[in-house]
């Protein structure tokens, strides 16, 4: 869902997170072993603001410091079934990728974990101020609720009719969201999200399923084997599953993610999809958990080469610049952010895509001929990576 801003010193005790189980007695930091997932235990609790109902029917947050195996309604819906075999899927992708990027940082993830009455639930785990990144989170969401029309809008992307105003639609929602903002400005921002929907049938409009999501990444320069790194990782999960998957997704991409008011792309791409129930549900639920489950290798190799390079404060600042772009069009454009704030989701999640730093400079445009300027006409002009 919507792709952010929280989090605990860093000199937290740590504990691994097991589901089901209690933390294992929390370990001094300087004997963090990083090839074993570690994170934050929560930290104590403080008043939370309530969403007023009238926005939201989605229950309030009951904050819990031990992760239930499943966060699915028990009895109700199965393990075996779509929704609870994609829970297992992005359970295990938020695990395996928290994993890799705190034992490339050499920082715990500090975890705030809830359920709702009723089933559903929400895992936020945010790493901040790290010896790479200045932010990565990765947050994993089961919601039972209804919603607005407006919400059913954004979820859908486009009007319905024979829907009356004020009407509440019945829905399941499930996700992985995450975004990755580095230090260095030669090292690129990514972000990946993977959802499945459903709607119940209501008021004679029929029940509804769908898969969306994707993975992109946005750095602040051009550097053409970067991309074609990353590109050529999703093309290759695609042509596993669909050769026509790869072009019709890199388009989609970099249709999306278009900043309109810029006339400019976010980044330079990668692959999304939504709405998309075209096969069969089993077929979209494996490649999508083949994609998630690409990510590390994906963007990791990139920002390791690049997270140790010298820059200037000239490149700072083009970072800060273009970290304002990434906040116009989460803030503006994104379905997942607009359909979160709708619908009354945990705003900290919501907002766990935003950078801690960015800058709008007025009317700042790079010199010509500049590596900011082309990396500006990349935004403008898609390119082929691979």
Same mark, same amino acid.
């Given at each position: 869902?919507?792709?952010?801003?929280?989090?605990?010193?860093?000199? !937290?005790? +740590?504990?691994?997170?097991?589901?089901?189980?209690?933390?294992?007695?929390?370990?001094?930091?300087?004997? +963090?072993?990083?090839?074993?997932?570690?994170? !934050?235990?929560?930290?104590?609790?403080?008043?939370?603001?309530?969403?007023?109902?009238?926005?939201?029917?989605?229950?309030?947050?009951?904050?819990?410091?031990?992760?239930?195996?499943?966060?699915?309604?028990?009895?109700?819906?199965?393990?075996?079934?779509?929704?609870?075999?994609?829970?297992?899927?992005?359970?295990?992708?938020?695990?395996? =990728? !928290?994993?890799?990027?705190?034992?490339?940082?050499?920082?715990?993830?500090?975890?705030?974990?809830?359920?709702?009455?009723?089933?559903?639930?929400?895992?936020?785990?945010?790493?901040?101020?790290?010896?790479?990144?200045?932010?990565?989170?990765?947050?994993?969401?089961?919601?039972?609720?209804?919603?607005?029309?407006?919400?059913?809008?954004?979820?859908?992307?486009?009007?319905?009719?024979?829907?009356?105003?004020?009407?509440? =639609?019945?829905?399941?929602?499930?996700?992985?969201?995450?975004?990755?903002?580095?230090?260095?400005?030669?090292?690129?921002?990514?972000?990946?999200?993977?959802?499945?929907?459903?709607?119940?049938?209501?008021?004679? =409009?029929?029940?509804?399923?769908?898969?969306?999501?994707?993975?992109?990444?946005?750095?602040?320069?051009?550097?053409?084997?970067?991309?074609?790194?990353?590109?050529?990782?999703?093309?290759?999960? $695609? @042509?596993?599953?669909?050769?026509?998957?790869?072009?019709?997704?890199?388009?989609? $991409? @970099?249709?999306?993610?278009?900043?309109?008011?810029?006339?400019?792309?976010?980044?330079?791409?990668? =692959?999304?999809?939504?709405?998309?129930?075209?096969?069969?549900?089993?077929?979209?639920?494996?490649?999508?958990?083949?994609?998630?489950?690409?990510?590390?290798?994906?963007?990791?190799?990139?920002?390791?080469?690049?997270?140790?390079?010298?820059?200037?404060?000239?490149?700072?600042?083009?970072?800060?610049?273009?970290?304002?772009?990434?906040?116009?069009?989460?803030?503006?454009?994104?379905?997942?952010?607009?359909?979160?704030?709708?619908?009354?989701?945990?705003?900290?999640?919501?907002?766990?895509?935003?950078?801690?730093?960015?800058?709008?400079?007025?009317?700042?445009?790079?010199?010509?001929?500049?590596?900011?300027?082309?990396? +500006? @006409?990349?935004?403008?002009?898609?390119?082929?990576?691979?």
């Amino acid at each position: 869902m919507g792709a952010t801003a929280m989090v605990q010193p860093l000199g !937290c005790t +740590l504990g691994r997170v097991q589901h089901g189980s209690k933390h294992i007695p929390a370990v001094p930091r300087q004997k +963090l072993n990083l090839h074993s997932f570690q994170v !934050c235990t929560p930290a104590p609790r403080r008043q939370r603001r309530t969403v007023p109902m009238a926005v939201s029917s989605i229950p309030k947050e009951n904050y819990i410091d031990t992760t239930p195996g499943s966060l699915l309604r028990p009895g109700v819906d199965s393990a075996d079934s779509i929704r609870g075999r994609f829970e297992k899927a992005i359970r295990a992708a938020q695990d395996s =990728i !928290c994993e890799a990027i705190s034992a490339a940082d050499g920082t715990p993830f500090r975890q705030d974990a809830w359920t709702r009455e009723g089933g559903g639930g929400g895992i936020t785990r945010v790493l901040q101020n790290g010896n790479v990144w200045e932010k990565a989170g990765v947050n994993v969401s089961v919601v039972y609720g209804s919603m607005p029309v407006e919400a059913y809008r954004a979820a859908v992307g486009h009007d319905i009719s024979g829907i009356e105003k004020g009407s509440r =639609i019945p829905f399941f929602a499930a996700g992985i969201s995450s975004v990755m903002h580095p230090h260095n400005p030669h090292a690129p921002t990514m972000h990946f999200n993977y959802r499945y929907f459903e709607t119940e049938e209501w008021n004679g =409009i029929p029940a509804q399923w769908w898969f969306g999501g994707g993975t992109d990444i946005t750095p602040n320069y051009v550097v053409p084997e970067d991309m074609a790194h990353f590109h050529g990782t999703l093309k290759g999960v $695609c @042509d596993r599953h669909d050769p026509e998957y790869y072009p019709r997704f890199k388009k989609w $991409c @970099d249709e999306y993610f278009l900043i309109k008011h810029r006339g400019e792309t976010r980044g330079l791409g990668g =692959i999304f999809f939504d709405d998309l129930n075209d096969r069969p549900a089993e077929d979209i639920l494996a490649f999508s958990t083949d994609a998630m489950n690409a990510v590390v290798e994906a963007y990791v190799p990139i920002v390791t080469a690049h997270k140790d390079d010298a820059f200037d404060p000239k490149q700072r600042e083009w970072q800060q610049v273009r970290r304002g772009r990434y906040v116009e069009f989460n803030l503006v454009y994104d379905r997942g952010t607009t359909f979160g704030l709708k619908t009354g989701g945990r705003i900290e999640s919501i907002l766990m895509s935003l950078p801690v730093t960015a800058s709008w400079l007025y009317d700042y445009v790079p010199a010509e001929g500049s590596p900011e300027a082309d990396f +500006l @006409d990349a935004t403008k002009k898609a390119r082929e990576w691979v």
